[in-house]
Each structure stands twice: as C-alpha cells, then as structure tokens.
C-alpha cells in the first residue's frame, strides 16, 4: 500500500525553528515528486512546494519562496518542510502528497497541526 | 499565483444532480487537460475524486464526473447523498508560475 505518513503535531513560539516530516511507503520514493500543501484555520488549500527526492529538485509558490524550505532524504525516503524563524500566520494544517502525474497528487499525508502562539 | 475562481458554496437535495466550477485561464485550465478535483471533509486530509479532467480513480463513485469547456473545468455529483457533503476543491497545472500547479479557492457543498 502506498502510504505517506507526517509527523506529530507541533506547538511553537514565534521566531523559532521547525522542521516536519512526511515518509513516503510502498513505492519507490525516489521517482515521484513531493508536494506540500498549506491550509490556515478555516481556509483553503493553497501550494507550497514540490521536491523531486532523486535529485532535490525543488520548485516553491512564489508566495511561499524564501519563507520556507523543502528538503528531502531518499536514503530513509522521507521528505520535509523546515521553517526558520516562525510566525503566528504560520499556523496551520500542513500535507504532504504524492504526485502522479501532471495535476493530481495522491495519496496524502494525514496532515501535521503547527500552532505558532506565544 | 493567483488561485482558479469557484463558487464559495452550492447546495442540493438528496438525489439530485449538482456541478461545481472551477475557472482558470489558458495558461492553466485552458490551456492543458490537467485538472484535478479534491474532496475533503472536515478534519480530514484531500481526496483525489477526479484527475485529468475526467478520469476517475479506483474506488472512487461514478456519481462523480469531470468536464471541461474552455477555460473552465467542471465537476458533476449525480444522485447527491448526505456523505458527499464536504468541500471541494481543483487544482490544474499551470504554466504561468515557478510552480506548476495551481489550487481553487473551494466549494462548500451542502447537502439539504
């Protein structure tokens, strides 16, 4: 079964740094992109980034260039999403999913809760 | 990135048909036959119930069909039941950002 499993939820302080996760299972995880999804309290889902884990290769929204960073590690199949310095807007429900083809991403990760709050 | 245009809302009885819009540009919608749906019902993660257009995964109803007319894509539930209550969303490929892809603002589907 094809799986993609993030990690556990987050409580953070603003400014500081956090990375989550999300393991991909069930397929070969190096030749398949990666995209992240972010979806603010009550709000839809917008695109933040795709990684390619072969070779790293990586394409941000323009709204969320610089903001945030999309890494990955084939060697234990698992992508991530890093923030460095956080803000309260940055709470949310973030997923990862698994691109099939051209338009559509499936599966998805459960999601990761981030909740930025001093 | 500008999202693709969708009703905030739309609503059907049991048992009866509804379509939802989703309106891009030719250089996303228009331009390629890559688009997708998204169910989601609340606290749970996306659903892909339509890609391509109008292809349909396994395991997914046929009471969910996809089409497209110029530069919008549209997705028709037949036969409404009170499950398919949830928000909807597209998403097509894009050639006009530094990410290919590109999501609607959504569609609260409601089932009276």
């Known amino acids: 079964e094809v799986q993609l499993v993030q990690s556990g939820a987050e409580v953070k302080k603003p400014g500081e740094s956090l990375k989550i996760s999300c393991m991909g299972s069930?397929?070969?995880?190096?030749?398949?992109?990666i995209g992240w999804v972010r979806q603010m309290p009550g709000k839809g889902l917008e695109w933040m980034g795709v990684i390619y884990p072969g070779d790293s290769d990586t394409r941000y929204s323009p709204s969320f260039q610089g903001q945030v960073t999309i890494s990955a590690d084939k060697s234990i199949s698992t992508a991530y999403l890093q923030w460095g310095s956080l803000k309260a807007s940055d709470t949310g429900i973030y997923y990862c999913?698994?691109?099939?083809?051209?338009?559509?991403?499936?599966?998805w990760g459960q999601g990761t809760l981030v909740t930025v709050s001093s | 990135q500008s999202a693709l245009t969708q009703p905030a809302s739309v609503s059907g009885s049991p048992g009866q048909s509804i379509t939802i819009s989703c309106t891009g540009t030719?250089?996303?919608?228009?331009?390629?036959?890559?688009v997708s749906w998204y169910q989601q019902h609340p606290g749970k993660a996306p659903k892909l119930m339509i890609y391509e257009v109008s292809k349909r995964p396994s395991g997914v109803s046929n009471r969910f069909s996809g089409s497209k007319s110029g530069n919008t894509a549209s997705l028709t539930i037949s036969g409404l039941q009170a499950e398919d209550e949830a928000d909807y969303y597209c998403?097509?490929?894009?050639?006009?950002?530094?990410?290919?892809?590109?999501f609607g603002g959504g569609t609260k589907l409601t089932v009276l």
């Open positions: 030719s250089s996303d919608v228009g331009g390629y036959n890559y």
């Open positions: 998403s097509s490929y894009t050639s006009s950002s530094t990410l290919d892809v590109v």
């Open positions: 999913a698994r691109r099939g083809g051209n338009d559509w991403f499936d599966p």
């Open positions: 069930g397929y070969r995880f190096t030749t398949y992109w």
